[in-house]
């Protein structure tokens, strides 16, 4: 049974920067697309970005395009989020999430449901 952890979230002054890890266990990562999601407090859970699983394929939501990079290392069965220029509404719970499946652009993979996995989520406060 897959398993995922994130870490790497805390308190981040606007325009900083952190990286999120969604480290893997209990099966290798090689066949599954890693999606990351996030929720704001009194939001709906947003699909902000997806690599496939070779990692030729990525995916970004407006928001967090050229601000976020995705990428993975699946020696290490770890996917990461590099997050900079952080703003104040980047503030949230970010998780990661597997599917057996493709990550290409556009918002449909994105959604939530198509995934199977999921970690329990690293806090991301973005404060002065």
């Known amino acids: 049974q897959l398993q995922l952890v994130e870490s790497g979230g805390g308190l981040v002054q606007p325009g900083g920067s952190l990286r999120l890890s969604c480290a893997a266990s209990?099966?290798?990562?090689?066949?599954?697309?890693i999606g990351w999601f996030r929720q704001a407090p009194g939001k709906e859970r947003e699909g902000i970005s997806c690599i496939s699983s070779s990692g030729g394929s990525t995916n970004y939501v407006d928001s967090v395009k050229g601000r976020f990079t995705i990428s993975r290392d699946n020696a290490k069965n770890t996917v990461y989020l590099q997050m900079n220029s952080l703003k104040a509404e980047d503030t949230a719970v970010y998780y990661c999430a597997a599917r057996k499946g493709p990550c290409y652009g556009g918002s449909y993979y994105l959604r939530g449901p198509l995934y199977n996995y999921w970690g329990q989520g690293t806090q991301v406060t973005v404060s002065s």
């Open positions: 209990g099966s290798t990562l090689d066949y599954y697309a």
